[in-house]
């Protein structure tokens, strides 16, 4: 393992059903780079957690445990700092209110055919965005603190500006920047000239950028789009929505990078 490399590469698997418990760390491991440890209650976990924390990313935790019927392993589990994933048996309004009230990294139902998949590519795209900067535009500093939090719990690296021209320098400084989420009303340079200068530096491959606005401008969506950004989002947005379409950016741009890269080897190969 190279120095650059994190050292933290299980997941911790609380759920107190063994079979179940068992099937998802079988599932994580087979289609995974990562190995599991499972707790089957709120104390096992507190077990694993004193004694192997530093090698655990993220958390895949049943809400209702015997021993904890209130969430409180996924308070535990946050409470060491890791990216926790909430399974969760029912869909209520008052169960997905407290999940975000939570800042739960995602949940998924139990009783979704699709479980396993969820739970594969959400880990999967935690562990990738650690790695990714991502910077946050807005003259706002509320605004932008919101913003930066939902990305936090996406696990990027997050960085601010309070507007378009700040955002310049801080991309200077920080070549490396994969994502920008930028508002649109701002001093000095709103969101669209931010977003034309941008992409005269990089391509929509080479960094993603994401519009936002609560401007009622019913072509707001159009003229991001057209100045080269990869999405738009009308504020006030669901926080799921902002994390699902923000991660899809992001996958969306990595597939066509590798796939440029592919073709570029391919024709250098010829």
Same mark, same amino acid.
């Given at each position: 393992? +190279?120095?650059?490399?994190?050292?933290?590469?299980?997941?911790?698997?609380?759920? !107190? +059903?063994? &079979?179940?418990?068992?099937?998802? /760390?079988?599932?994580?491991?087979?289609?995974?780079?990562?190995?599991?440890?499972?707790?089957?209650?709120?104390?096992?976990?507190?077990? *694993?957690?004193?004694?192997?924390?530093?090698?655990?990313?993220?958390? &895949?935790?049943?809400?209702?445990?015997?021993?904890?019927?209130?969430?409180?392993? *996924? !308070?535990?589990?946050?409470?060491?700092?890791?990216?926790?994933?909430?399974?969760?048996?029912?869909?209520?309004?008052?169960?997905?209110?407290?999940? $975000?009230?939570?800042?739960?990294?995602?949940?998924?139902?139990?009783?979704?055919?699709?479980?396993?998949?969820?739970?594969? +590519?959400?880990?999967?795209? $935690?562990?990738?965005?650690?790695?990714?900067?991502?910077?946050?535009?807005?003259?706002?500093?509320?605004?932008?603190?919101?913003?930066?939090?939902?990305?936090?719990?996406?696990?990027?690296?997050? $960085?601010?500006?309070?507007?378009?021209?700040?955002?310049?320098?801080?991309?200077?400084?920080?070549?490396?920047?994969?994502?920008i989420v930028t508002d649109y009303e701002m001093p000095e340079m709103d969101g669209y000239e931010l977003t034309s200068e941008v992409r005269?530096?990089?391509?929509?491959?080479?960094?993603?950028?994401?519009?936002?606005?609560?401007?009622?401008?019913?072509a707001m969506t159009a003229k991001f789009l057209k100045h080269g950004a990869n999405d738009f989002l009308h504020k006030p947005f669901a926080?799921?929505?902002? +994390?699902?379409?923000?991660?899809?950016?992001?996958?969306? &741009?990595?597939? &066509? /990078?590798?796939?440029?890269? /592919?073709?570029?080897?391919?024709?250098?190969?010829?």
């Open positions: 393992m +190279s120095e650059t490399e994190p050292k933290a590469q299980k997941i911790l698997v609380v759920e !107190d +059903s063994h &079979v179940q418990a068992k099937i998802i /760390c079988r599932h994580l491991e087979a289609m995974t780079t990562f190995r599991t440890v499972s707790a089957d209650s709120l104390q096992e976990a507190a077990r *694993v957690l004193d004694t192997m924390r530093d090698e655990i990313f993220a958390a &895949v935790v049943d809400l209702n445990l015997p021993d904890a019927p209130y969430g409180e392993a *996924v !308070d535990l589990v946050q409470g060491h700092g890791l990216a926790v994933i909430v399974l969760t048996a029912t869909f209520k309004d008052e169960v997905r209110d407290a999940l $975000l009230a939570r800042n739960v990294a995602d949940y998924v139902l139990k009783e979704s055919i699709v479980v396993l998949d969820d739970v594969e +590519s959400k880990i999967e795209r $935690l562990f990738k965005n650690q790695f990714i900067k991502a910077l946050v535009v807005d003259d706002s500093r509320t605004a932008r603190g919101t913003v930066r939090n939902l990305l936090e719990i996406q696990n990027y690296q997050v $960085l601010e500006a309070e507007n378009g021209r700040r955002a310049l320098e801080v991309l200077d400084a920080h070549p490396d920047i994969k994502l005269r530096r990089y391509k929509k491959q080479q960094l993603a950028i994401v519009g936002i606005s609560g401007a009622g401008e019913s926080a799921e929505e902002f +994390s699902w379409r923000v991660n899809q950016t992001v996958e969306l &741009v990595e597939i &066509v /990078c590798e796939l440029t890269e /592919c073709h570029e080897q391919q024709a250098a190969g010829n």
